[in-house]
């Protein structure tokens, strides 16, 4: 499954909407995501699981890159 994880670079800080960032990652589960993303100095705000018609939206923009966990 492919889920979209949305993000806050400083995470000590209040999360603003024009500085949220978002990453794809490929895993079996929400809790391997966060767990994969433990170690990384961010705020997470949402973790999406993408179904197939969101997924192939998404593959259209040039940032489009995805982890496998």
Do not use: G
């Amino acid at each position: 499954m492919i889920y979209k994880v949305l993000y806050q670079e400083i995470p000590n800080e209040i999360p603003v909407r024009e500085r949220t960032k978002s990453l794809y990652i490929e895993a079996v589960s929400e809790r391997k995501v966060r767990k994969a993303l433990s170690d990384r100095n961010i705020n997470i705000e949402f973790i999406q699981q993408l179904d197939e018609a969101h997924l192939n939206y998404e593959q259209n923009a040039e940032d489009f890159e995805v982890e496998t966990v």
